[in-house]
Antibody
Framework: EVQLVESGGGLVQPGGSLRLSCAAS????????MNWVRQAPGKGLEWVSY????????HYADSVKGRFTISRDNAKNSLYLQMNSLSDEDTAIYYC??????????????WGQGTLVTVSS | DIQMTQSPSSLSASVGDRVTITCRAS??????LNWYQQRPGKAPKLLIY???NLQSGVPSRFSGSASGTDFTLIISSLQPEDFATYYC?????????FGQGAKVEIK
């Protein structure tokens, strides 16, 4: 059974930093690209960042570029999101998401339960 | 960035009703369109990928179709567990973007 378990969320002051982790199990983690997607309270879904299976290809949403860093450790079956210079606009549930593809079409086929990040003084 | 616009934003329906949700892309995205269901307090769940392909384990009452830049999600006979918010998402290019969501409520 595919499982994605996020951790590391919590309350942080504006300007602070936080590191999210995602522990993957039930599939060959090293063969899959991964994403972070977030959802502000009562709002819709926002894609945050992408990393390819071998970490050679990385993309960020403009809203987090230069502040967030995605990384992975395939030996530990883990995905990370280092978040710096946090503002209240970053308050959201952060989901770890697996990416699958059909030829060149990508889709997000498994989601973790999410971890809540609250930025507030 | 590619904008995804869903309609309606919300609707009320009864069990057994046929429900149609539309998603329009701001430019051509081929068939790079996915649909997700999110129940309250839960993570999103993939329903349809590549516009019309049913994800494994998803009931056959869900279907998707495409016509140009317009995409449609149909629930043929609404069930109690289908009351949720539905999101479309384009995977044509980054930044991958979602529609604003369509909330299906009980009439």
């Amino acid at each position: 059974e595919v499982q994605l378990v996020e951790s590391g969320g919590g309350l942080v002051q504006p300007g602070g930093s936080l590191r999210l982790s995602c522990a993957a199990s039930g599939f060959t983690f090293s063969k899959y690209s991964m994403n972070w997607v977030r959802q502000a309270p009562g709002k819709g879904l926002e894609w945050v960042s992408y990393i390819s299976s071998d970490s050679t290809n990385i993309h960020y949403a403009d809203s987090v570029k230069g502040r967030f860093t995605i990384s992975r450790d395939n030996a530990k079956n883990s995905l990370y999101l280092q978040m710096n210079s946090l503002s209240d606009e970053d308050t959201a549930i952060y989901y770890c998401v697996r990416i699958s593809y059909n030829y060149v079409l990508y889709y997000f086929d498994f989601w973790g339960q999410g971890t809540l990040v609250t930025v507030s003084s | 960035d590619i904008q995804m616009t869903q309609s309606p934003s919300s609707l009320s329906a009864s069990v057994g009703d046929r429900v149609t949700i539309t998603c329009r892309a701001s430019q051509s995205i081929s068939n790079s369109l996915n649909w997700y269901q999110q129940r309250p307090g839960k993570a999103p769940k993939l329903l349809i990928y590549a516009a019309s392909n049913l994800q494994s384990g998803v009931p056959s009452r869900f279907s998707g179709s495409a016509s140009g830049t317009d995409f449609t999600l149909i629930i043929s006979s609404l069930q109690p567990e289908d009351f949720a918010t539905y999101y479309c998402q384009q995977s044509y290019n980054t930044p991958w973007t979602f529609g604003q969501g369509a909330k299906v409520e009980i009439k």
